[in-house]
């Protein structure tokens, strides 16, 4: 079984509608964080938890909120879903021992598609 | 100035030649560095990560660190067709424990 797993892997939806992306992990890493990508660029940090009650935005948290509703589990909405956010969505986790050398392993990816 | 950037390329070299892969840091407080290999709609994969001044081998892929000069590389021996996807350069940036990525590196590795 994978260590992190995201569900949708793949959803259509149209603009205006609330969607939800989930993230698990079985690796009992404490930190969790969502990324998305767009085409040709690279990662982008949208937000990040180093335990359940720490939660703090990333460089692009406007219009996404989250929920980590317990260690292994960091949920991504998006209130109203608009056009520009179709991109893949990856959730990752580390084990935050040490800050300086901690390292990310990523889940399968979320293709959201917004019409 | 971007954080972290890489030359997006396309990078292509024949098969069984040494690809390099290069990427230059802004912040000069950054400790850790990190090589992800990225195949097309897949996830990225950790390949390396260095933190000190020097090489870092592991099989075919080594990977340098030149604090002074900002700079990280990733070498590929014996480059193989399945070698060919995006290599994402990663920083950790000062203490925070965030990762910055720059933009990628596509490599193609033709037969």
Same mark, same amino acid.
């Given at each position: 079984?994978?260590?992190?797993? &995201?569900?949708?892997?793949?959803?259509?939806?149209?603009?205006?509608?609330?969607?939800?992306?989930?993230?698990?992990?079985?690796?009992?890493?404490?930190?969790?964080?969502?990324?998305? &990508?767009?085409?040709?660029?690279?990662?982008?940090?949208?937000?990040?938890? /180093?335990?359940?009650?720490?939660?703090?935005?990333?460089?692009?948290?406007?219009?996404?909120?989250?929920?980590?509703?317990?260690?292994?589990? /960091?949920?991504?909405?998006?209130?109203?879903?608009?056009?520009? &956010?179709?991109?893949?969505? /990856?959730?990752?986790?580390?084990?935050?021992?040490?800050?300086?050398?901690?390292? &990310?392993? /990523?889940?399968?990816?979320?293709?959201?598609?917004?019409? | 100035?971007?954080?972290?950037?890489?030359?997006?390329?396309?990078?292509?070299?024949?098969?069984?030649?040494?690809?390099?892969?290069?990427?230059?840091?802004?912040?000069?407080?950054?400790?850790?560095?990190?090589?992800?290999?990225?195949?097309?709609?897949?996830?990225?994969?950790?390949?390396?990560?260095?933190?000190?001044?020097?090489?870092?081998?592991?099989?075919?892929?080594?990977?340098?660190?030149?604090?002074?000069?900002?700079?990280?590389?990733?070498?590929?021996?014996?480059?193989?067709?399945?070698?060919?996807?995006?290599?994402?350069?990663?920083?950790?940036?000062?203490?925070?424990?965030?990762?910055?990525?720059?933009?990628?590196?596509?490599?193609?590795?033709?037969?």
């Amino acid at each position: 079984d994978a260590d992190v797993t &995201q569900t949708p892997r793949n959803r259509i939806t149209k603009t205006g509608k609330r969607i939800m992306l989930e993230c698990s992990q079985t690796k009992g890493h404490d930190r969790m964080y969502w990324y998305r &990508q767009d085409p040709g660029l690279g990662l982008q940090l949208i937000y990040y938890s /180093f335990d359940v009650k720490d939660i703090n935005k990333g460089e692009i948290s406007d219009g996404y909120s989250v929920s980590r509703q317990a260690q292994a589990k /960091f949920s991504l909405s998006l209130e109203s879903a608009i056009p520009n &956010q179709t991109a893949l969505y /990856f959730c990752a986790t580390s084990p935050g021992a040490f800050l300086s050398t901690d390292t &990310q392993y /990523f889940g399968p990816g979320t293709r959201l598609t917004v019409l | 100035q971007k954080e972290v950037e890489q030359n997006s390329g396309p990078l292509s070299v024949p098969e069984g030649a040494i690809a390099s892969l290069n990427c230059t840091y802004s912040d000069r407080g950054s400790q850790s560095f990190f090589w992800y290999r990225q195949y097309s709609g897949k996830s990225p994969e950790l390949i390396m990560s260095i933190y000190s001044n020097g090489d870092k081998e592991d099989g075919r892929f080594t990977a340098q660190l030149n604090k002074a000069s900002q700079y990280v590389s990733l070498l590929i021996r014996d480059s193989q067709p399945s070698d060919s996807a995006t290599y994402l350069c990663a920083v950790i940036a000062g203490n925070t424990g965030k990762l910055i990525f720059g933009q990628g590196t596509t490599l193609q590795v033709k037969p």
